[in-house]
């Protein structure tokens, strides 16, 4: 996607889950936890991103704090989280729409 060889309309959210969920139970125990670990791997990486809001925000934070040997000033750090919110909010509502654009066929 960052180099333009996947389209962003290839991100899917919770019905695109379930559906993959679904295929996966449908095809064994086997590729059902197969699936389920990929997914929580995923997971485990989206929540490590650097954006403020998630825990790899608050570890790019303590590493500022430690570098510089004092904590971020707090209103920095409450405009910073906000920003987090609102664009992991964005992403949330974007893969939403993809879905919503699967289930119509468009």
Do not use: C
Not at 56 to 75: A, N, S
């Amino acid at each position: 996607m960052i180099v333009g060889d996947i389209s962003v309309r290839e991100l899917g959210g919770p019905v695109v889950i379930a559906d993959a969920s679904a295929q996966a139970a449908r095809a064994g125990p086997r590729y059902f936890l197969w699936f389920m670990a990929f997914l929580s791997v995923n997971l485990a990486i989206l929540n490590l991103l650097p954006i403020p809001v998630l825990d790899g925000g608050h570890l790019v934070f303590l590493v500022i704090e430690g570098v510089r040997g004092r904590p971020v000033p707090k209103e920095l750090r409450l405009k910073l989280t906000q920003i987090g919110l609102y664009l992991l909010l964005a992403l949330m509502v974007f893969v939403v729409f993809n879905d919503v654009l699967r289930l119509t066929g468009r």
